[in-house]
């Protein structure tokens, strides 16, 4: 008896610059991993094509039903959102954080790890085993959104802007058990509470509390309490001590960020944005922006969008497809097939032709 392949319904979102490019890389790479399957599963792609560009013909980042349109695929793929023509602001809130909050995808996971052949600025790192994940508040915090601007009316100079972090407990409470409860899966239990409670007495001081509060519940893990600028400190003198780190939207938001410089590159890292509770789709992204620079040119790494794919695997309960990219990955950068922001001269269609050559060749499951 034949058993059908599992299909998994995805929706691509390239948005703007080298989104385009990555997860056309990502896409490749992940339809090549299926066929070598042995007919496991399959992935059916459905493209969108909102973004900046969009956003200049109609107005709109996204078709106004767009949420409607994306809720029952299992996934969303997204490349990256930006361009010099359109506002910052405007952008990443009419599409990408508008995906985010509207589906509540409230856990971000932004992995930070060390490949083989790519030279990290941390000379630690010549000798020492490191690797860590950052465990990001995605709902809330510091990018809850609300404020606002007024007294404009005062003319140059007298316009007034307020910004309001928001921390409740209960989207404090549900981002710390989820980072416990991955800490609880890798080798150092422990986990690394971020704050800036010394200084923001209402806000801050409420995630310490309930970080204490769940901490109990959790007596076979280590765990530390440690101000934002001091864990910055730490990201660079003692990542060693890291294993688990958990922090507010803006605090991980920039801390992830230094994590990856310090693993080699932006264009290396990794991202998950999930709703544990799977009532919407989860959505998977690289972390290192549309890089207006050199959009279009073939020089965009697509590791970082290989590695959200992983991500991806592993939310849709396929560890051993996931670990099949990740040995890709490694394989790939440890060939010294490398991008141009890691050192190296190869292009975007040369990293994603040796990934997918070491998945089905060299580390795929058909050729042990």
Same mark, same amino acid.
């Given at each position: ?7 998994? +319904?995805?929706?691509? #979102?390239?948005?703007?610059? @080298? ?7 990502? &896409? ?17 792609? =459905? =493209?969108?094509? $909102? ?9 709109? /980042? ?23 023509? #359109? ?5 990443? $809130?009419?599409? &990408? ?12 996971? &932004?992995? *930070? ?5 790519? *030279?990290?600025?941390? &000379? ?7 690797? $860590? ?8 915090? =510091? ?11 005062? !003319? ?13 407990? #209960? ?16 080798? +150092? ?14 806000? /801050? %001081?409420?995630?310490?509390? %309930? ?19 001091? /864990? ?12 688990? @780190? %958990? ?35 989860? /959505? ?21 969008? %290989? !590695? ?35 050192? !190296?001269?190869?292009?975007? =269609?040369? #990293? ?17």
């Amino acid at each position: 008896m034949t058993t059908a392949p599992r299909t998994f +319904r995805i929706a691509a #979102v390239p948005a703007d610059g @080298v989104g385009k490019e990555v997860v056309a890389a990502g &896409r490749a790479v992940l339809d090549a991993l299926a066929a070598d399957s042995g007919g496991a599963f399959a992935f059916e792609w =459905e =493209e969108f094509p $909102w973004g900046c560009g969009y956003y200049e013909r109609t107005g709109r /980042m996204m078709d106004e039903d767009g949420l409607d349109r994306l809720k029952d695929f299992d996934a969303i793929y997204f490349g990256a959102v930006g361009w010099p023509t #359109v506002p910052d602001h405007i952008s990443l $809130w009419g599409l &990408r954080l508008k995906i985010c909050q509207s589906f509540d995808q409230w856990a971000n996971v &932004r992995p *930070v790890h060390f490949l083989p052949g790519v *030279v990290s600025p941390l &000379r630690k790192a010549d000798d020492t085993e490191l690797d $860590w994940v950052v465990v990001r508040e995605n709902s809330e915090g =510091e990018y809850a959104g609300l404020g606002g601007r007024n007294l404009g009316g005062r !003319g140059p100079g007298g316009e007034v802007a307020v910004q309001s972090a928001l921390f409740t407990e #209960v989207g404090c409470e549900r981002i710390m058990r989820f980072a416990f409860d991955l800490a609880r899966t890798r080798s +150092r239990r422990k986990v690394s509470s971020v704050t800036k409670s010394n200084a923001q007495q209402y806000g /801050m %001081v409420l995630w310490d509390d %309930v970080f204490r509060r769940v901490a109990a519940d959790y007596p076979d893990l280590e765990t530390e309490s440690v101000l934002v600028d001091a /864990m910055s400190a730490k990201f660079v003198l003692r990542p060693e001590d890291l294993s688990v @780190v %958990v922090a507010s939207n803006l605090n991980a938001d920039i801390l992830s960020d230094l994590g990856s410089a310090l693993a080699g590159s932006l264009g290396l890292a990794a991202s998950a944005n999930l709703n544990p509770e799977r009532r919407f789709p989860s /959505m998977f992204e690289p972390v290192h922006g549309s890089a207006p620079d050199i959009a279009g040119q073939g020089l965009a790494n697509p590791i970082g969008a %290989v !590695g959200s794919a992983a991500l991806m695997l592993e939310h849709f309960g396929l560890p051993d497809q996931a670990a099949r990219l990740r040995n890709a990955i490694e394989a790939t950068t440890a060939a010294g097939t490398l991008t141009r922001d890691v050192g !190296g001269t190869a292009t975007t =269609e040369d #990293v994603t032709k040796a990934l997918i050559d070491a998945l089905t060749i060299r580390v795929g499951s058909n050729h042990p």
